[in-house]
Nanobody, 120 residues
Framework: QVQLVESGGGLVQPGGSLRLSCAAS????????MDWYRQAPGKQRELVAV???????NYNDSVKGRFTISRDNAKNTVYLQMNSLKPEDTAVYYC??????????????WGQGTQVTVSS
């Protein structure tokens, strides 16, 4: 009942930047948390960054100082600005949202993933 659509992935050289976007749609009453995860080949999915409805943020230590998560509550959209990218940032990035529907039921939804490749 909640769809998350990601965009903004691609190929970038080391040291470059990318901005990911994720828009949520559906019968949404409120979104408590929006976050980004990533999964590299042969590795487990890991949390990259999370932002609450009030704007509080938390980051994986490996991206602190390089990535910035933000959200537009009016648009139910979360962004991930990625700077100073490294080859080890290469992964499929997934958007996730947790909140409440108009019928008061809770939801926890995932996007389809977007590939980020950092390579020269």
């Amino acid at each position: 009942q909640v769809q998350l659509v990601e965009s903004g992935g691609g190929l970038v050289q080391p040291g470059g930047s990318l901005r990911l976007s994720c828009a949520a749609s559906g019968s949404i009453s409120s979104i408590y948390f929006m976050d980004w995860y990533r999964q590299a080949p042969g590795k487990q999915r890991e949390l990259v960054a999370v932002i609450s409805s009030g704007g509080n943020t938390n980051y994986n230590d490996s991206v602190k100082g390089r990535f910035t998560i933000s959200r537009d509550n009016a648009k139910n959209t979360v962004y991930l600005q990625m700077n100073s990218l490294k080859p080890e940032d290469t992964a499929v990035y997934y958007c996730h949202a947790k909140g409440r529907l108009l019928n008061r039921a809770g939801f926890s939804s995932w996007g389809q993933g977007t590939q980020v490749t950092v390579s020269s």
